[in-house]
């Protein structure tokens, strides 16, 4: 192909699974890699797949990975010519990319134009909405506190208020009624200011029992645009993705179709770049509304994966390389189904609080149609210093029942100790009727919440359990060597 | 000699009883026989009354790490002279109800507040929290500042109750 730039050297500008998962393809791709790292990670294995690994130095560890003239100057001093910013921290951030542009490093993935313009909540849905593609009944804050709260009222509740510039679930929530409604606009505006630095909100028709479906695009620079089907993301929990899969049950083929073809239009629309993300709301009559576009690498990129067999951020890489794509939209098909289970250190039946602590024991699953994304090792400590997810648990098969069943297999083969997670959860989750009949929506797990409650061992397991935790601690095996009889069984122990 | 587990909220006494050949433990009220081994990295094999049960363990202090049947346990085995020493933290000790970070300490030490005064920002899980005064008294120690981490159970801020 006709590469326009060539790489000598790619940087990838963050950290954990999403940082080895780059590291790999850079490595096939035979282009060298570099990799960031805080003093906490120096254990991590990106630093032993990278050819190189950069110190990033911060008052907090994510304070590190956000310090623009720090991480391009590292960029300059180790020639890197390239930086593949993965999800979260930069990758969204216009003025990396213009300060990479002014060193003369290529950012891989959009313009900051485009990043600026679908980056925002309120800018996006206008040019969305101008364009004939549905949006929902919203209202923007334009900082007239009473005209925002008069307009709300308008659209009629429930309604969903968030950040302008948000993303993820910060800042944002649902209102049923008019009442307490001015306290928790002024609640929401200091959010927005303090997690992104803008306190306007835009608030929402909030669409009842909705599916959260988003399609796939990439684009190259020479006005090349496809869709790579879509990924179906309804199982939240705190507005954050828990389990997703493509296809959609909830798509026939012609809806299927017209929602992948609104999301090219959209991306070709601005121009669009690399690979990115259009979210729709989809509500139980079929209707769909744009939501928001991330334009960036997602962290359930690996289903489309698995389905189309198109390597992302292979693609992403060359598109940065300014090649057109190397396929055209007919050729892009959708084979079998996936599915991926994100594992978070949390306790699902303690209101998906956060946990701590030290993974003493990590066996991935290993198996036809099964892939475990994860930068987590031996020895790690999890911590609220990052993000709650230790790994990716994802999986292929012919069809939906089959990646369930093969999902909860590889959930059965995973081994995390030292780390409360969800791993049982997800394995609650994907054994409901519901989830296998495919009946899902954003409110799943709230509506679900009694049914994937903590099962209960049985009582022979508890037993087991006990005898398995005393027999294993020594503490309680010292005792029983003190105990003047003959413990023969207990030999291996003395050591 | 019998030994407290703790698992999920159940305490439950373990203790052996010796058998020559055999290992008897009393688990709770019920009497097993068991063998055991312990197989190559972390695997282990329990017969307990006959029946099979193979696991995964991992320890960490007292903090013993379970996966068997296909579902995570965790037990804590507990030390009878640390469990007399644990209940110091006082009444008015306001601890962590998970972990996270501190966003803004609204106290000082030395303030006098009322029940329900806001005491602290914290933020868990991307969301905002307010720490609040559970009974009337003056702030003790501050044990925390902005920006600080913690984990669920740390305690935040000493109230000295007016009682």
């Given amino acids: 192909m006709s590469a326009v730039r060539s790489f000598k050297k790619v940087l990838v500008a963050n950290r954990g699974e999403i940082a080895m998962r780059i590291l790999r393809t850079l490595k096939e791709l035979g282009l060298q890699s570099a990799v960031l790292y805080h003093r906490q990670e120096i254990e991590s294995p990106a630093l032993t797949l990278a050819d190189e690994a950069y110190e990033v130095f911060g008052d907090t560890p994510v304070g590190a990975y956000l310090d623009i003239p720090q991480i391009v100057g590292l960029c300059k ?27 003369g490093v290529c950012f891989i993935g959009p313009r900051p134009e485009v990043m600026n313009l679908m980056g925002d909540k309120i800018g996006s849905r206008d040019f969305v909405a101008e364009r004939g593609f549905p949006i929902a009944p919203s209202v923007i804050d334009d900082g007239d506190e009473d005209k925002l709260i008069a307009a709300i009222i308008e659209i009629g509740f429930p309604v969903l208020i ?132 991330n ?50 250190a949390e306790i699902p039946d303690d209101d998906f609080a956060p946990s701590a602590g030290k993974v003493l024991m990590l066996r991935p699953p290993v198996g036809e149609g099964m892939r475990f994304d994860s930068g987590s090792y ?106 003047p009889y003959p413990y023969r069984l207990m030999k291996e122990w003395r050591n | 000699m019998r030994y407290t587990f703790k698992i999920g909220d159940e305490l ?23 063998k055991f081994e312990h197989g190559k990295e972390g695997r282990c094999q329990l017969t307990l009354d006959g029946k099979s049960y193979e696991s995964w363990v991992a320890r960490d202090g007292d903090d013993i790490y379970i996966k068997m049947s296909g579902s995570y346990f965790k037990v804590t085995a507990i030390d009878p002279c640390a469990a007399a020493a644990g209940a110091s933290a006082g009444a008015g000790a306001i601890s962590a109800p998970m972990p996270g970070v501190v966003v803004e300490v609204l106290v000082a030490e030395g303030d006098s507040v009322v029940e329900g005064d806001k005491l602290l920002t914290i933020e868990s899980m991307k969301l905002q929290s ?34």
């Fill in chain 1, 77 to 103: 001093s180790h020639g890197v010519d390239a930086v593949h910013p993965g999800y979260g921290f930069l990758a969204e951030n216009a003025n990396f990319v213009r300060a990479l542009d002014e060193a």
């Fill in chain 1, 162 to 293: 968030k950040a302008s510039a948000g993303g993820g679930g910060k800042g944002m929530q649902i209102v049923r009624e008019a009442g307490g409604l001015r306290d928790i606009v002024a609640t929401a505006k200091v959010e927005a200011q303090r997690y992104f630095g803008d306190p306007r909100v835009y608030a929402e028709r909030y669409i009842e029992s909705p599916r959260h479906i988003e399609v796939q695009v990439l684009g190259d620079e020479h006005g090349n645009c496809v869709h790579l089907w879509e990924r179906e993301c309804s199982i939240q929990r705190r507005f954050q993705k828990v389990i997703e899969e493509t296809p959609s049950p909830a798509l026939s083929p012609e809806l299927r179709r017209d929602i992948c073809e609104s999301a090219v239009g959209i991306a070709k629309a601005t121009n669009y770049t690399g690979a990115g993300t259009i979210e729709f709301i989809f509500s139980p009559n079929g209707d769909y509304y744009f939501l928001e576009m």
């Fill in chain 1, 295 to 344: 334009t960036r690498i997602q962290v359930e990129h690996p289903i489309t994966e698995m389905v189309t067999g198109v390597d992302l951020v292979a693609e992403q890489v060359r598109v940065a390389m300014g090649e057109p794509l190397s396929f055209k939209q007919e050729d892009i098909k959708q084979i079998g189904h996936a599915i991926e289970c994100r594992i978070c």
């Fill in chain 1, 378 to 483: 031996e020895g790690q400590k999890v911590g609220t210093a990052f993000d709650s997810m230790i790994a990716k648990l994802i999986v292929h098969a012919d069809d939906r029942d089959a990646a369930i069943a093969r999902a909860g297999e590889a959930l059965d083969q995973l081994v995390l100790l030292g780390v409360e997670t969800n791993a049982d959860y997800l394995g609650r989750l994907l054994r409901h009727p519901a989830f296998k009949s495919g009946e899902t929506n954003t409110g799943f797990i709230k509506e679900h919440a009694a049914d994937i409650g903590p099962s209960l061992a049985s009582a022979d397991v508890q037993t087991a359990v006990l005898a398995t935790a005393a027999l294993s601690d020594r503490q309680f095996v010292a005792m029983m060597d003190d105990v």
């Fill in chain 2, 12 to 34: 439950v006494k373990v203790a052996p009883r010796s058998l020559a050949d055999e290992l008897v433990l009393t688990i709770g009220d019920k009497d097993c026989d068991v």
């Fill in chain 2, 130 to 163: 307010t720490v609040r005064a559970a009974c009337d008294g003056v702030v003790g120690r501050i044990h925390v500042s902005a920006g600080s981490e913690f984990n669920k159970d740390d305690v935040l801020v000493e109230i000295e109750s007016d009682d």
